[in-house]
């Protein structure tokens, strides 16, 4: 139990950093959503904060339940292929309007939509992380132009910061082109039921660190106005509820 002395702590660093000491208490008495209530981090879209449902090991596909921010078992996984590198969610981030927009300017079509999850992203690291609900500091180099049934869904590759092997690479054109097509194999079979001969998902480009940037900042603008500033809107409600 937190005594008062650590609260005056907690509340002192919160105002020398321009953080509202409720929401800085709060911190320390509940765990954070996963999606809503963990920054996205002060460097992005360079660096940013990932939140891992899956690693290589899992048979089944795990997926943050959006009401709750458990994880939950998604569904389990329908042939013998893993998901390559760890995946998962970039916080505070929305997959709309301006995400699909810029979908629509790259591959030439209309009517794309976003598919109203936070992005995805996937962190290329050495180290062997034996489960999810586990976060961590991701540099993104680039991504895969996905869509699924005309939505947008990006993901975005990344290497772990500090990475002995990957953590030095700025670009996906420095990964190997086998990393590169045991991602695409993933996701483009990943929904696929057996029996059937056509995947509803298709990639239709690689692209760059710097279009990685763009998807970020621009799923950054979607969720603002998804969501607004959360961390403003149950303040207040927290001081008036007081």
């Known amino acids: ?89 970039i916080p505070q981030t929305y997959c709309a309007e301006r995400v699909a927009e810029l979908c629509m300017e790259r591959t030439g079509r209309t009517g794309i939509v976003g598919d109203g999850d936070p992005i995805d992203i996937c962190v290329l690291t050495e180290k062997q992380i034996s489960h999810g609900d586990i976060l961590l500091h991701a540099i993104p180099i680039g991504g895969l132009r996905m869509i699924d049934k005309n939505e947008a869904d990006d993901k975005i590759i990344a290497v772990m910061q500090g990475d002995a092997v990957y953590g030095q690479w700025r670009d996906v054109s420095e990964c190997p082109p086998d990393v590169i097509d045991r991602l695409r194999h993933y996701f483009l079979t990943y929904k696929q039921a057996p029996g059937e001969k056509q995947s509803t998902c298709e990639i239709t480009d690689i692209y760059n660190r710097a279009e990685a940037e763009e998807i970020i900042r621009r799923s950054q603008e979607d969720y603002k106005a998804r969501y607004g500033d959360l961390e403003t809107i149950l303040t207040s409600a927290l001081r008036l509820w007081g």
């Open 1 to 89: 139990m937190m005594n008062v002395q650590e609260a005056r702590t907690i509340m002192k660093k919160a105002r020398a950093t321009n953080a509202d000491p409720i929401w800085q208490l709060m911190g320390v008495l509940y765990k954070s959503h996963p999606w809503h209530g963990i920054h996205i981090g002060p460097e992005a879209p360079r660096v940013v904060m990932a939140y891992i449902e899956m690693v290589p090991t899992d048979t089944v596909k795990y997926e943050i339940d959006k009401a709750t921010g458990h994880l939950r078992v998604d569904r389990p996984q329908k042939f013998s292929n893993h998901c390559p590198t760890l995946y998962g969610l």
